[in-house]
């Protein structure tokens, strides 16, 4: 199927599925497994915590896109420190980007830091991760 990015936009609104746009095509999002999805509900129940009383908002797979590099991407989780808008598909001042069992380069997401982990990680692992976690998030609200 050919989709340039300008066109994936209304494109991706008639799809049953979920795609991203990845290296100029639409890319399906694969369908995750039960380990990797409580991983990711874990991460968002520790996140909840975490962000309490703050003005941050943690979203679970908004739409992100990147203009610069032409991509449109679904991150599991994105800590958002800007306005909240109900209606909008796309967080406005995004500074956390969190992906279980994908490593991708965010680069182009300025100001905003990238974690990823295995949904195979060890507990002790992933209180590592939640400890960068915790880092970000102190950091965008002092």
Same mark, same amino acid.
């Given at each position: 199927m050919s989709v340039s990015f300008d066109e994936f936009g209304p494109?991706?609104?008639?799809?049953?599925?979920?795609? *991203?746009?990845? @290296?100029? +095509?639409?890319?399906?999002? /694969?369908?995750?497994?039960?380990?990797?999805?409580?991983?990711?509900? &874990?991460?968002?129940?520790?996140?909840?915590?975490?962000? *309490?009383?703050? @003005?941050? +908002?943690?979203?679970?797979? /908004?739409?992100?896109?990147?203009?610069?590099?032409?991509?449109?991407? &679904?991150?599991?989780?994105?800590v958002d420190a800007g306005t909240f808008v109900a209606a909008e598909r796309e967080p406005s001042l995004p500074v956390l980007v969190i992906d279980v069992d994908r490593e991708r380069d965010w680069s182009a997401l300025l100001d905003a830091r990238y974690l990823t982990i295995p949904a195979t990680a060890s507990p002790s692992?992933?209180?590592?991760?939640?400890?960068?976690?915790?880092?970000?998030v102190r950091s965008r609200t002092r």
């Amino acid at each position: 199927m050919s989709v340039s990015f300008d066109e994936f936009g209304p494109w991706e609104d008639r799809q049953e599925r979920l795609f *991203e746009f990845v @290296d100029g +095509k639409p890319v399906l999002l /694969p369908k995750s497994s039960q380990l990797r999805s409580l991983l990711i509900s &874990y991460l968002l129940a520790s996140l909840k915590h975490f962000v *309490e009383g703050t @003005d941050l +908002k943690v979203l679970t797979r /908004p739409r992100i896109t990147l203009s610069a590099i032409a991509e449109v991407r &679904y991150p599991d989780i994105v800590v958002d420190a800007g306005t909240f808008v109900a209606a909008e598909r796309e967080p406005s001042l995004p500074v956390l980007v969190i992906d279980v069992d994908r490593e991708r380069d965010w680069s182009a997401l300025l100001d905003a830091r990238y974690l990823t982990i295995p949904a195979t990680a060890s507990p002790s692992e992933v209180s590592r991760f939640l400890t960068k976690i915790l880092a970000v998030v102190r950091s965008r609200t002092r």
